[in-house]
């Protein structure tokens, strides 16, 4: 019988240390992911997304970029002649970038999905954003 208390006595014990480290961790308030996956509210930090556009070559290419709801998303683009960009997100939204570098930023989206980001003028999808 005391052998059996003492055991239950370390479990509550253990258990106890571990939700008390978990708890710290999410009040930190430095942006970072639960446990479930989800991203905490106070994440203020842009996704940034380097880009080259040279005559029809794009870079990235199409590439799957995972996003939060809420979460910008800042485009540093260097080309060699002016365009616009197009973001298929509700409500879509369209931003033009000079030639030489620009910063754009696609504002937070708030639901969840894939979201087609193209080259308007060239008619390519530079990125998709898995908004979660």
């Known amino acids: 019988m005391r052998r059996n208390l003492a055991v239950l006595a370390v479990l509550i014990s253990a258990l106890t240390l571990t939700t008390g480290c978990g708890?710290?961790?999410?009040?930190a308030g430095n942006g970072s992911t639960s446990s479930s996956g989800n991203t905490t509210e106070d994440?203020?930090?842009p996704l940034v997304i380097e880009v080259k556009i040279k005559g029809e070559s794009?870079?990235?290419?199409?590439?799957?970029?995972?996003?939060?709801?809420?979460q910008d998303v800042e485009l540093d683009v260097t080309a060699?002649?002016?365009?616009?960009?197009?973001?298929?997100?509700?409500?879509?939204?369209?931003?033009?970038?000079d030639e030489g570098e620009s910063t754009l930023t696609i504002e937070g989206?708030?639901?969840?999905?894939?979201?087609?980001?193209?080259v308007?003028?060239?008619?390519?999808?530079l990125v998709q954003l898995?908004?979660?």
Do not use: C, W
């Open 43 to 45: 994440t203020t930090e």
């Open 23 to 27: 708890d710290d961790a999410d009040d």
């Open 120 to 125: 308007h003028d060239l008619d390519k999808v």
């Open 130 to 132: 898995e908004v979660s």
């Open 80 to 97: 060699d002649a002016p365009g616009e960009i197009h973001v298929h997100s509700t409500p879509e939204q369209e931003l033009e970038y």
């Open 58 to 70: 794009v870079t990235p290419n199409g590439e799957r970029f995972d996003v939060s709801t809420g």
């Open 109 to 118: 989206m708030d639901r969840p999905g894939t979201v087609d980001v193209e």
